[in-house]
C-alpha cells in the first residue's frame, strides 16, 4: 500500500477521491474522524485501468476512463443482488456530495467495504482452495431472470486481444513481438457451443479480500472487481492459474489442490478432462500475460524479468506446438 501523500503532492483526481472517501466514511459530516492516519489511509492503486483510494473501514473507486456506463451500472446491480452476497463484495451508496463528474473527468466513481487482500509476502497461505470454490458458486449461479438478455459478455477474452494491441502498438519491434504473435495466432474464435454463465472475467489472487466481523473470526473470503463480470465461458475464469502451472510458475500441488477444490464444489468449467476446455483460455492469458511484459518493459525501459521471460519461452512452446 502506497504511503499517503501530503495534499499538495496529490494530483487532483486523488484530493477528489479523498474527500469522496471521508464523506462515505462519515455521512454526517459532522463528527471528527478517528479514522488512521487522520483518515485517508493510503491510495491503493493507481493505474489506467482505476484509482482506489481508502479511508477508514472503505474504499473508493474510480473506473476507468473508457468504462461503458451502461454496462457498468448492469455489473454494479449484479454485484448488489443478495444471491451473491457471500460470493462478491458488495457495492456500497455514493454519498450525495462532492460532485464526482467535475473533479474526474466523469470516470464512474463506486464504494466498497474495506477488506484485507492475500498477502503477496506469505504465498503458502494463499487461499486457493476458497478462491477455486467462490468461482465454482459464481459459476453456479442462474443468471438472474430477466437479466440475463441484458447482462454484459464477460471481457476476459476481449482483455487478451486489448494486451495483443497494445504491444503492437509500444512494442512492434521488440525481439520477442513476433513470438508472441505467433502463439496469439494459434488461439481460435470463441467456440459457438461455449456455456454462457455468469463468470468474474479477471481472476487472480488479487481480486480477493478477506472480511471478518472480529479478529477471531475465520476469514471469509470475497471476489472484487467487477469491471470484467458478465455471462460467458467458464473456463476463462480457471485460465491464469491454468496458464502459470502450463508454464512452471505454479507448482503442480497447488494447481492441483485449486483444480480439486473447484471440482469438489461441483464448478462446470471443467469436466474429466480439464485441459479440452481450459487449453484455448491458457493459451490466451499465456499471450495476454507475455504481451503486456513486453508493453510495459518497453515504456520502461527495463529489461524483461524472470517471470516475464519464462512466458515469452511459453509464447514459444506454443507457437510451435501449433494447437490451435
Known amino acids: 500500500m ?8 496529490r494530483p487532483a483526481p486523488l484530493d477528489h477521491l479523498a474527500a469522496l472517501a471521508r464523506a462515505a466514511a462519515h455521512p454526517s459530516g459532522t463528527a471528527p474522524c478517528g479514522c488512521a492516519d487522520g483518515g485517508l489511509v493510503g491510495v491503493l492503486a493507481d493505474r489506467e485501468d482505476g484509482t482506489v483510494v481508502r479511508h477508514g473501514a472503505l474504499v473508493v473507486k474510480a473506473h476507468a476512463p473508457d468504462t461503458d456506463p ?23 451508496p455514493l454519498p450525495p456530495s462532492p460532485a464526482v463528474p467535475d473533479g474526474l473527468g466523469g ?86 457451443d461455449a456455456p454462457r454463465l455468469l463468470c468474474h472475467g479477471d481472476f487472480h489472487l488479487g481480486q480477493l479480500v478477506r472480511l471478518a466481523h472480529a479478529p477471531s473470526d475465520p476469514p471469509s473470503w470475497r471476489l472484487i472487481d ?14 491464469r492459474p491454468a496458464a502459470w502451472f502450463a508454464a512452471g510458475i505454479l507448482p503442480p500441488e497447488v494447481w492441483s489442490r485449486f483444480l480439486g477444490a473447484y471440482r469438489e464444489a461441483d464448478g462446470p468449467a471443467v469436466g474429466a478432462d480439464p485441459w479440452a476446455r481450459l487449453d484455448v483460455p491458457a493459451r490466451a492469458l499465456t499471450v495476454q500475460t507475455a ?34
Open 2 to 9: 502506497t504511503p499517503t501523500q501530503p495534499p499538495s503532492a
Open 70 to 92: 451502461e454496462a457498468h451500472r448492469a455489473r454494479l446491480a449484479l454485484a448488489a443482488r443478495p444471491a451473491l452476497a457471500g460470493i462478491l463484495l458488495p457495492p456500497l
Open 107 to 192: 470516470r464512474p466513481v463506486t464504494v466498497w467495504p474495506y477488506g484485507p487482500p492475500v498477502d503477496p509476502g506469505d504465498p503458502d497461505a494463499a487461499p486457493w482452495e476458497e478462491a477455486a470454490r467462490l468461482l465454482a458458486l459464481l459459476h453456479r449461479t442462474p443468471l438472474p431472470p430477466g437479466v440475463a438478455d441484458g447482462l454484459p459478455a464477460m471481457r476476459a477474452p476481449l482483455k487478451a486481444a486489448l494486451a495483443v494491441d497494445r504491444m503492437r502498438r509500444a512494442a512492434p519491434d521488440h525481439p520477442a513481438a513476433a513470438t508472441v504473435l505467433a502463439a496469439w495466432r494459434t488461439v481460435p474464435a470463441d467456440r459457438a
Open 226 to 239: 467487477v469491471d470484467d463480470l458478465g455471462a460467458g465461458d467458464p473456463a476463462w475464469d480457471l485460465a
Open 291 to 324: 504481451a503486456l511484459a513486453l508493453a510495459k518493459s518497453t515504456a520502461e525501459r527495463r529489461p524483461l524479468d524472470e517471470v516475464e521471460e519464462v512466458m515469452i519461452d511459453t509464447c514459444a512452446r506454443i507457437a510451435g506446438h501449433r494447437t490451435g
